[in-house]
């Protein structure tokens, strides 16, 4: 599935001309992308995953409510990363698709700025916000979202761009660098900044976070000169329905292997003919070249992988709405004058998952480079089935959790320490780890050179899809069970929605087990 990955690629300097090894990219320059991304991440889960606090105490929606725009807003968040990579991968360069996102995320973020320091963009008393101060608050919120989308799906791949393709042991490196400095900057997120919403208010919360934000852009801005480029070849989506209509209006013809080999250049001799056999009838075509035969095949070929990862998504969901309603019925008293925020129980496990990610790659230089290109795509597959396989046990967990919490809290009037979550927490959270981190080096590795945005983007897309799948779980299941109607989860039955994610998710496992071994 790497063939049009291992031909030359061509970069530019910022001039234009053909970049320079020596001076053009390199692992500077990709540092710069990891740098940059710590900084985002930390401003975009400073209020994600503390979001719900904010809208039940000072927007002053329900828990229901609030707990549905937590999700649609991440979901959306990550949904348009396919937006972003596409404008990323069709028309612009990787560097200007990143600034104009990051441009359009700070623009929002001042508004949501703006309307915590004005109380007159703020619901007085107990009222719910009026039409003026909802749509100040959407329009600042999908702002953010958009920004988001863009800067999670350019990001990546640029950074990817600045090194050798063919050196994997440095791709790998720098995947693994990346992700650690996701979780490093979700750390800061969710001990300092959670710490300032809790104690400080949102007001300095946002104003914290809109400097940071534009402090990244100028930094990433500043790596210019040393910034190699990949100009755009057009939407690689638009090459992939021209194939796919192709295919359709020739599938009564019969592919012969004479017509197989001249109908196009010697690159065709690259094509795998054993997967997508069906393609071949594009060749039919004298317009369409065997590489966007090829780019079709490999992007059709990462879809099953990537559907399978979406309940997974579902799951880690519940870490940033029901299990903080939970946190906030326990003990979370360290001491007489010191209490968790319920939203910093992540900071436990992302602290396992930094010290993980260092030893992981530590552990990974002693590997041969020459077992390296063998070993990356069954790999990384085994490494994100593991990861669904650790959900599945999290939400074993959790359901057994809540019950023991909501015993002792009607029973016994007691509240439980909210360290108890902590278990699910930390299996969620290297789940995360290992699904994550893995989709995004295996599609960057195994996509195309001309859809890495776009194929990166499918990762932070199953990420979106699990987070709007919780939310219609929920209305499904509060309608349907009623399970989730009470007042507050003392009188819910969230353990048992907990014990049909673990089911689902036992499901999907299956399912990915299956494509994962026809890959």
Known sequence: MQQINEM?????????????????????????????????????????????????????????????MVTNFTGTSFLLTIFGGFIADSFLTRFTA??????????????????????????????????????????????????VGGVKASLPAHGGDQLDSRKQSLIS?????????????????VTIMVWIEENKGWSSSFDITTVVLASALVIFATGFPMYRFKRPTGSPLTRIVNVLVSVARNRNRFVTDAEMTQSHNSTDKTIHYNKFKFLNKAKLNKKISATEIEETRTFLALQPIFASTIVMNCCLAQLSTFSIQQGMLMNRKLSHSFEVPAASLHAI??????SSIAFYELFEKKISLSNMNERSASFNLKRIGAGLALTSLSMAIAAIVEVKRKHEAVHNNLRISVFWLEIQYVLLSFSDLLTLGGMLEFFYRESPASMRSISTALGWCSTALGFFLSTVLVDVIKSGTGWLSGKDLNESRLELFYVVLCVLNTLNLFNYIFWAKRF
């Open 8 to 68: 030359e690629e061509k970069f530019e300097d910022w001039r234009g001309r053909e970049a320079i090894p020596d001076k053009h990219g390199g692992i500077k320059a990709a540092s710069i992308a990891c740098v940059v991304e710590m900084m985002e991440n930390m401003v975009f889960l400073a209020y994600s995953t503390n979001f719900i606090t904010y809208f039940k105490k000072s927007m002053h929606y329900s828990s229901a409510e609030a707990s549905n």
């Open 349 to 354: 496990a992302l602290l396992f998952m930094l």
């Open 173 to 189: 490196g720098f995947f693994n660098w990346y992700y650690f400095c996701i979780c490093f900057g979700g750390l800061l997120a």
């Open 98 to 147: 990143f600034v104009l996102f990051c441009s359009i995320e700070l623009l929002g973020l001042i508004l949501l700025t703006l309307q915590a320091h004005n109380p007159n963009l703020q619901p007085h008393g107990d009222n719910t916000p009026s039409t003026l101060q909802s749509a100040v608050l959407f329009t600042g919120l999908y702002a953010v979202a958009t920004g």
